[in-house]
């Protein structure tokens, strides 16, 4: 008894394509924010500076990153006094942060001689 195959079989095909799909929208929201995820406090009044700040976050997890590479809180301190002392810096905190770690980065950066140091949040 033999059988002719005179239909294609296309669910594995749909299978696989419903897999790629979910791999190429979870990747493109990552890629789409170029960020460190960071659920940021709300403020009524923000800032909009133009320059490029460099930029420090603190995680929920307590990962501390500089420009996106994770460091440490002594190799934050020697990575910059690299940089001019007029340099803006932004810090990222999560807002399960505690408040002493931030205050701590804080104290620390204005310590080596910066200034102008923002804290990032979201306009509510």
Do not use: W, Y
């Not at 002719?4 to 929208?25: A, T």
């Not at 990552?30 to 460190?36: C, E, P, Q, R």
């Amino acid at each position: 008894m033999e059988r002719e195959l005179d239909q294609i079989n296309v669910i594995p095909l749909v299978d696989v394509m419903l897999v790629l799909l979910v791999i190429v929208l979870t990747t493109a929201t990552f890629i789409t924010t170029g960020h460190i995820p960071v659920d940021l406090a709300k403020a009524k009044e923000a800032g909009d500076r133009k320059d490029v700040p460099l930029v420090i976050t603190l995680a929920a997890d307590g990962g501390l990153f500089l420009n996106d590479q994770a460091v440490t809180q002594d190799a934050l301190k020697v990575q910059l006094t690299a940089h001019p002392r007029e340099s803006l810096v932004l810090v990222r905190a999560d807002r399960v942060t505690v408040l002493e770690r931030f205050v701590n980065v804080v104290d620390d950066v204005r310590g080596l001689g910066f200034h102008q140091v923002s804290l990032e949040v979201v306009r509510s």
